[in-house]
Each structure stands twice: as structure tokens, then as C-alpha cells.
């Protein structure tokens, strides 16, 4: 922890929370180590709304989310020790919640389970056992694990990545740019359905490790042609692009989903109509052909 003017603080340096620290006091900088095995919201949130409670601080965060092997705890560790501080974090892992409780506590290095008080609360209150041991990771249910396995997945296989693993997805999503495929994903994954989604793209071929899949589900989502315009030009302004392109070209869209239509018929693949859906109604639908599948098989 160090003592710094308030008229320095820096923005790249990471201090986020910090920036309510009063002209002509000094600030004080310190580390802030965020790790998760998710996506770290929580964590995020907590540290912010806990500093905004002091005067004058500027926290450094340092943040390490979806950490799930041995080999990012390594490098989590590694630069904790670099620049030691504070370290918060929510690790459902046992084996790698231990790990860093054990090397904080070898260096008195303060540390926090932030959901720890709150599973207790709840734990006590539903006079259901949570705690392994005292000290010790959380028992957290399958489905719970299944629902990060599956988030993880998704991430990993966004937009066409990776498809050399796409035989372990339960269901792959295939559409054109702007059809709700990756809300979708993250959607289907929230209910532990590990879902991968690959665009078709004007031009490039789609992978044929796609085409090699025998019993994965494979989805078509489509959309109207004056629906998908409109998506895309509100995509558009938003990252202030103002040019016009195909992209946004009513004929070369309709093109686009006449191609997508085809392939889809082409394959035999179940199609689903976004235009006047919600990422919600799309994916109760898709999460309804996998029912099918399943009793069918």
C-alpha cells in the first residue's frame, strides 16, 4: 500500500473504484487481486461497492476470471506475489480454492471468500449443510458445475472457434451475422446446455468438421430480410460506422438468407425463425428439439 497525490491517478493503471478519492488529500494506491472460475461479476461489483465506502483510496485490480486450470493458477499466484495486496475471490473448485487460501495465509496475505457469509447465512437458515469443512471449498451441486462447464464451452466455441471440438456440443447454432447466435449460446449454457454457434459468412465455406457430425443437433436459425437490415444498421450506429456496405444491402441480405435457407434444407436441419423472437423464446425452442431428440433416441 502506498501514499500518492490525488492529482496523479492514472486510468490504465487499473484503479477503477478509487477515482472518489477528494482533491488535495493523498490517495492511497493498493492491489487488488479479483479471481474467479467465472466470469467475475460478482467480484467486480463487491470491491467497487466496498471502496466506495472510503475516502480517498485507489484501488489497482488485478483480475483473473474463468481460471480453471492448475496452469492459470500458477500465473494467478505468480503475480500476487509480484504485488501483493488484497485478494477476493469465488472459487467453487476445492482443490484450487485450498491452493490460494494456503499460499495467502504462508504469506499474510489478507484474503476473502466474498459469497462466504451469505452461503452461511443461507445454510443456517435452510438447515442444509454447504460447508465440506471449515476452511474448506463449497459442496456445490452438478447442475451448478454443469452450468459453468457449459458457459465455458460457449465462450470457447463463439463464432466458428474451435470446431474441431464442436462433437462435444449439445446443440450447434448455424445463421447469418445478427441472428441471435451467441446470446443465444450464453442463454442455452445458463441452463447447462453446452451449445456452440457458427456464423455463415457470404462467400466462405462453412467448416466441414460440420458436416462430419453424425449425432450432434444441429440448429438453423433464420430471419427476415427486413428484420436482419434493421438489426444490422442499429449495429452499425452503435459503432459509429456510418458507410454502406453489403452488409446492410437489402438485396445482398436477402441473398444471404436464401443461402442460409438452402443450406439448411440441404441438410436436413431444423430451422427456427428469430424475427419476432426473443433470446428467450429461441432458445425454450431449441431447448424443446433437444427434449425431442433425446426421448426419440
Not at 173 to 202: E, H, Q
Request: aromatic content about 6%; hydrophobic content about 40%.
Amino acid at each position: 500500500m502506498t501514499d500518492f497525490p490525488v492529482e496523479r491517478p492514472s486510468p490504465e493503471n487499473g484503479a477503477g473504484a478509487g477515482d472518489a478519492a477528494r482533491p488535495g488529500k493523498p490517495g492511497v494506491y493498493f492491489n487488488v487481486h479479483l479471481v474467479s472460475d467465472s466470469t467475475g461479476e460478482t467480484l467486480a461489483g463487491v470491491v467497487r461497492a466496498s471502496c466506495a465506502q472510503f475516502d480517498n483510496i485507489l484501488p489497482i485490480e488485478h483480475t483473473y476470471f474463468l481460471v480453471r486450470s492448475g496452469r492459470q493458477m500458477d500465473r494467478v499466484l505468480a503475480e500476487i506475489e509480484e504485488a501483493p495486496g488484497v485478494v477476493m475471490f469465488t472459487l467453487s473448485n476445492v482443490a484450487q480454492r485450498e491452493r490460494l487460501e494456503e499460499f495467502c495465509k504462508t504469506r499474510g496475505i489478507p484474503h476473502v471468500a466474498v459469497l462466504d457469509s451469505a452461503l452461511d447465512m443461507m445454510s443456517r437458515y435452510l438447515g442444509l449443510d454447504l460447508n465440506h469443512r471449515v476452511g474448506a471449498g463449497r459442496i456445490l451441486s452438478a447442475e451448478y458445475f454443469r452450468r459453468i462447464d457449459a458457459l465455458n464451452f460457449a465462450a470457447s466455441h463463439d463464432d466458428g472457434q474451435q470446431v474441431v471440438e464442436l462433437r462435444d456440443a449439445d446443440v450447434i447454432l448455424v445463421g447469418v451475422s445478427r441472428t441471435s447466435k451467441t446470446p443465444t449460446s450464453v442463454y442455452l449454457a445458463n441452463r447447462g446446455v453446452k451449445a456452440a454457434n457458427v456464423p455463415i459468412v457470404p462467400h466462405i465455406p462453412l467448416p466441414q468438421a460440420l458436416f462430419e457430425l453424425e449425432d450432434t443437433l444441429i440448429v438453423g436459425l433464420t430471419i427476415s430480410a427486413d428484420r436482419l437490415v434493421g438489426v444490422r444498421r442499429n449495429r452499425l450506429k452503435a459503432m459509429n460506422e456510418a458507410r454502406e456496405t453489403s452488409y446492410v444491402d437489402e438485396e445482398a441480405v436477402r441473398s444471404e438468407i436464401v443461402h442460409a435457407t438452402r443450406t439448411f434444407e440441404r441438410h436436413g436441419w431444423p430451422v427456427i425463425d428469430v424475427s419476432r423472437r426473443s433470446v428467450e423464446e429461441t432458445a425454450a425452442a431449441i431447448l424443446n428439439l433437444i427434449a425431442e431428440r433425446r426421448s426419440g433416441e
